[in-house]
């Protein structure tokens, strides 16, 4: 901008001894012919612009304040700083495997999502039914039953220590004293005729969910009762069942009319309480889809 520069000598030979004392008015007019042209900087942050205009502001001493104060400028670096540690966090999340990667029971009535918990040894059971499945925890052999041979689809299988049975409970049948008899299928209904009729001890029962949806749930400390059938018929081969005679936690629900159960189950009662933190994980992180 020399017309700038111009005004200044102009000035300068103004206020020297013997100068002109007045500005050409073509040289005004210039200048203000410029001025008008160009267009004004406004930045998003005019305090860390030295360029922008109009000026950012005055200080006290009547000097433009153009660059920002001392502690603005470790605020802005303290800020910049924290967003791009904030996305190296993320980022770096984004590219690990994620451990916990959700799987379906497919075959199951009411198919459902669930997670095997790190590090847990959980896996598939052989008893994989529409009717029921289950889960084992690792290679366990227990001893005493290693010479017992279970017909059918029954759970637990010879062998096993602990693990988790999910079942349909909307035509399960059981037997006691009385013989075989179908298991009513509202929750509250479904525990009492294990307990009444097929003879299952059983703790208080009490509220909780499954799924988000109520449930209840009793602790079966595994002194006497039955099992649970969820296919055969009453009169005929017993097919696929579990037993509630050993230390156990059942969980009853209805999911969208249907009646499903939970067995958390072990071959002692200090198994059991060893068990059910990382059984409960597991539960927990099922989801029925449609």
Same mark, same amino acid.
């Given at each position: 901008?020399?017309?700038?520069?111009?005004?200044?000598?102009?000035?300068?030979?103004?206020?020297?001894?013997?100068?002109?004392?007045?500005?050409?008015?073509?040289?005004?007019?210039?200048?203000?012919?410029?001025?008008?042209?160009?267009?004004?900087?406004?930045?998003?942050?005019?305090?860390?612009?030295?360029?922008?205009?109009? *000026?950012?502001?005055? $200080?006290? #001493? =009547?000097? @433009?304040?153009?660059?920002?104060? %001392?502690?603005?400028? &470790?605020?802005?670096?303290?800020?910049?700083?924290?967003?791009?540690?904030?996305?190296?966090?993320?980022?770096?999340?984004?590219?690990?495997?994620?451990?916990?990667?959700?799987?379906?029971?497919?075959?199951?009535?009411?198919?459902?999502?669930?997670?095997?918990?790190?590090?847990?040894?959980?896996?598939?059971?052989?008893?994989?039914?529409?009717?029921?499945?289950?889960?084992?925890?690792?290679?366990?052999?227990?001893?005493?039953?290693? *010479?017992?041979?279970? $017909?059918? #689809? =029954?759970? @637990?299988?010879?062998?096993?220590? %602990?693990?988790?049975? &999910?079942?349909?409970?909307?035509?399960?049948?059981?037997?006691?004293?009385?013989?075989?008899?179908?298991?009513?299928?509202?929750?509250?209904?479904?525990?009492?005729?294990?307990?009444?009729?097929?003879?299952?001890?059983?703790?208080?029962?009490?509220?909780?969910?499954?799924?988000?949806?109520?449930?209840?749930?009793?602790?079966?400390?595994?002194?006497?009762?039955?099992?649970?059938?969820?296919?055969?018929?009453?009169?005929?081969?017993?097919?696929?069942?579990?037993?509630?005679?050993?230390?156990?936690?059942?969980?009853?629900?209805?999911?969208?009319?249907?009646?499903?159960?939970?067995?958390?189950?072990?071959?002692?009662?200090?198994?059991?309480?060893?068990?059910?933190?990382?059984?409960?994980?597991?539960?927990?992180?099922?989801?029925?889809?449609?």
């Amino acid at each position: 901008m020399t017309a700038t520069l111009d005004f200044d000598r102009l000035l300068m030979s103004v206020l020297e001894e013997g100068g002109p004392q007045g500005v050409p008015e073509t040289v005004v007019e210039t200048a203000l012919n410029r001025a008008r042209a160009v267009a004004q900087r406004r930045p998003l942050m005019r305090t860390l612009d030295r360029r922008a205009w109009p *000026a950012p502001g005055f $200080s006290m #001493g =009547g000097l @433009p304040t153009l660059l920002p104060s %001392r502690w603005t400028r &470790v605020l802005m670096l303290a800020l910049i700083a924290t967003v791009l540690i904030a996305l190296g966090v993320v980022g770096s999340g984004m590219l690990r495997d994620d451990p916990t990667q959700k799987a379906t029971a497919s075959r199951f009535v009411r198919p459902f999502e669930y997670v095997i918990p790190v590090d847990s040894a959980i896996r598939m059971s052989g008893s994989s039914f529409p009717e029921m499945v289950a889960w084992v925890q690792g290679q366990d052999v227990w001893p005493v039953a290693s *010479a017992e041979s279970v $017909s059918g #689809g =029954g759970q @637990p299988q010879p062998g096993q220590v %602990r693990g988790v049975v &999910v079942g349909s409970g909307g035509e399960a049948w059981s037997h006691g004293p009385v013989g075989r008899f179908m298991l009513r299928t509202p929750p509250a209904e479904f525990l009492a005729d294990l307990r009444d009729i097929a003879g299952t001890p059983m703790g208080a029962i009490t509220e909780t969910t499954l799924d988000g949806r109520p449930a209840l749930t009793v602790m079966l400390p595994g002194t006497g009762g039955s099992d649970i059938h969820v296919t055969g018929r009453m009169m005929g081969l017993s097919g696929t069942f579990v037993l509630v005679n050993i230390p156990s936690r059942l969980i009853v629900a209805e999911i969208d009319g249907t009646t499903v159960f939970v067995l958390i189950w072990a071959r002692t009662g200090d198994d059991l309480g060893a068990w059910m933190p990382v059984a409960d994980q597991f539960v927990e992180s099922i989801h029925f889809v449609p």
